[in-house]
T-cell receptor, first 113, second 112 residues
């Protein structure tokens, strides 16, 4: 299994500002994913981040709003840009394990006021 | 639209009662995975089923994969308060490439 850390664990931000969330893995992984989870809801995939290539975004998510970096095989960032209260959510990164299982980071709880 | 459906959405049981959550897909699944998310926590991988009709057990938890690879179930025998959380099924759809599709989850509460 992989050990994943995320920073920050939580933040309260003003609308119109941007927040960058960091995801660090203790081993090299090919595929990393960014999810959003509203309280009491399921996980919604934002994008898949592969090292050395552009992130692949899911329907409803665009690069201008959620730019992603993947500079190496152990690190990725997700930026939530020009935030509005609708962006308040938990943001989770995950990595793909050897048997296609996913390991999740502890999440970043974002509140936009 | 949602391609992996999960029922029930909520389940309240008395400690010692059994619990089952069901997962159904509109398309064939390459495999099915189950995750548990404790309140305030993140999803944690429990198990993966790959073969048609496969059954796996983890102590009081029994996981089944349907013969048609379109449905799955998780059964907990004699629930304990430590079983509280939301259980998600997730499947690799044969048509979705590298995307894992999650069900809506079943939130389990256990009354002591």
């Amino acid at each position: 299994s992989a050990v994943i850390s995320q920073k920050p664990s939580r933040d309260i931000c003003q609308r119109g500002t941007s927040l960058t969330i960091q995801c660090q893995v203790d081993s090299q992984v090919t595929m990393m994913f960014w999810y959003r989870q509203q309280p009491g809801q399921s996980l919604t995939l934002i994008a898949t981040a592969n090292q050395g290539s552009e992130a692949t975004y899911e329907s409803g998510f665009v690069i201008d709003k959620f730019p992603i970096s993947r500079p190496n095989l152990t690190f990725s960032t997700l930026t939530v840009s020009n935030m509005s209260p609708e962006d308040s959510s938990i943001y989770l990164c995950s990595v793909l394990g050897y048997s296609l299982e996913q390991y999740f980071g502890p999440g970043t709880r974002l509140t936009v006021t | 639209g949602q391609q992996v459906m999960q029922i029930p959405q909520y389940q309240h049981v008395q400690e010692g009662e059994d619990f089952t959550t069901y997962c159904n897909s509109s398309t064939t699944l390459s495999n099915i995975q189950w995750y548990k998310q404790r309140p305030g926590g993140h999803p944690v991988f429990l198990i993966q089923l790959v073969k048609s009709g496969e059954v796996k057990k983890q102590k009081r938890l029994t996981f089944q994969f349907g013969e048609a690879k379109k449905n799955s179930s998780l059964h907990i025998t004699a629930t304990q308060t430590t079983d509280v959380g939301t259980y998600f099924c997730a499947g690799w759809l044969e048509t979705s490439g590298s995307r894992l599709t999650f069900g809506e989850g079943t939130q389990l509460t256990v009354n002591p």
